[in-house]
Nanobody
């Protein structure tokens, strides 16, 4: 089992930026695909962004494309989500997740991910 700990959430004005981090335990992080999901009050958890083990392929939800960037540092066992031009509709709890299967394409389905962090709150005020 891999443990994931998110950080970097907070309160920001619309148009602002935040950079979320996801620190992972264990030596196998370099082989995991990583994803970010979010859940707003009263809504289902939805896909935001994903990156494969090498960092060479990424994918994004249409709602964040061009504003958010996912990245990873395998030497630091950490994944990141840089969020720019934030909107009020980005307000949610953000979760990082690990996909232990070694793949050449990032995955967007929730059930592809076996390990989840506890989440970090992002609130965007308008």
């Amino acid at each position: 089992q891999v443990q994931l700990v998110e950080s970097g959430g907070g309160l920001v004005q619309a148009g602002g930026s935040l950079n979320l981090s996801c620190a992972a335990s264990g030596r196998a992080f370099s082989w995991y695909g990583m994803g970010w999901f979010r859940q707003a009050p009263g809504k289902e958890r939805e896909f935001v962004a994903a990156i494969i083990w090498s960092g060479e392929s990424t994918t994004y939800a249409d709602s964040v494309k061009g504003r958010f960037t996912i990245s990873r540092d395998n030497a630091e066992n950490t994944a990141y989500l840089q969020m720019n031009s934030l909107k009020s509709e980005d307000t949610a709890v953000y979760y990082c997740a690990a996909d232990r299967s070694l793949r050449s394409q990032p995955r967007t389905r929730r059930d592809a991910y076996s390990d989840w962090g506890q989440g970090t709150q992002v609130t965007v005020s308008s």
